[in-house]
């Protein structure tokens, strides 16, 4: 058979997924090693060979990203293709989640009938999910330790040396930050974004502040707690108000996000609606979504070794439930995007885009006469 003058020879439908080697992976160790093996093993094997053949695709789809944003100049166009492959990982997150749903089908005794033969074999040593969390940008520092052990200690030294390379030659957290640092539309013409943002915001919170004050209905201990609650520009807003209390933010491990990334995150949430800001709102949002995700898993994953195991230690000797609840709380990567929330602000306080900005955000054709 030729296609474009290039000879191809037929395939196999089982030879082209190589399903001799992949249907041959299941080596039941129970099998070998008593006279009944235990039914649910292969459950057990075939769920995580699953996980790490997605992995396999999570990976792929994030390098792609990241060479699509490891330029200078990101094209238009490839803010679209990030979109829709961070989508895809978006997807197959969730169907890790479902795939948790499958192994709790096994009980806990069942789970029992084959746990011994595992040690010390641990999900910890699965260096693709070690790899998409350094690709992503989950920093050493913030790791929980497991077992007083470094993440990569059991890996190979070519593979740490693939963890490290990782690390050394920037994520995606760190890319996505240099990208939004470029950001033009902050300061345009005459337009400055900080300035009118600060004037929106103090405006809200009288706002706000006065309706509170002059409530009929609201008692003085109310009021006062409500006035708390809304803050002002001293308080959370501050952190975007003030480059000095944001860079000590960032110094007491509070905030990641260097300030002018900061800044343009906060302004593409608020003008999502003009439309060359909508594919980059959505590519944040889907940053978002997969640290989400990321943590539903993690502490999805917590509450099934919980299920299966109660409060024994784990198989590679961490602490099993406890580690693992641990890291679902800590192990986020892109938390400063999900703080943008806190400094949002109403549509109709929102500042009024002058005429040369709104243009250039939006998509304007002339017809040559």
Known sequence: MKENGKKYSTIHYKNYLGLDQVLGAQQLRSAALYDQPAHDEMLFIIVHQSYEIWFKQ?????????????ENTVDERSIGISVARLNRVIEIFKLLIEHIRIMETMTPLDFLDFRNLLFPASGFQSFQFRKIENMLGLQESTRITYGQHHYAA???????ADLDQIVEKGSLFDLVEDWLERTPFLQFHNFRFLSAYRESVE????????????SDYLSAKEKDMRLKMLGNTDTYFQSVLSVETHTQLREEGKLRLSYKATLAALMINLYNEEPILQLPYRFLFALVDIDELLTTWRYRHAQMVLRMLGKKVGTGGSSG????????????????LHNISTLLIPRSELPVLPDDVRKELGFYYTENK
């Open 58 to 70: 999570i990976i792929h789809e994030l390098q792609s990203v990241m060479d699509m944003f490891d």
């Open 154 to 160: 059991f890996f190979s030294e070519e593979e740490q």
């Open 321 to 336: 439930h406890a580690y693992l609840r641990e890291t679902a709380a800590k192990h986020n990567i892109f938390g400063d």
């Open 203 to 214: 405006r809200m919170i009288k706002k706000e502040s006065d309706a509170v004050a002059s």
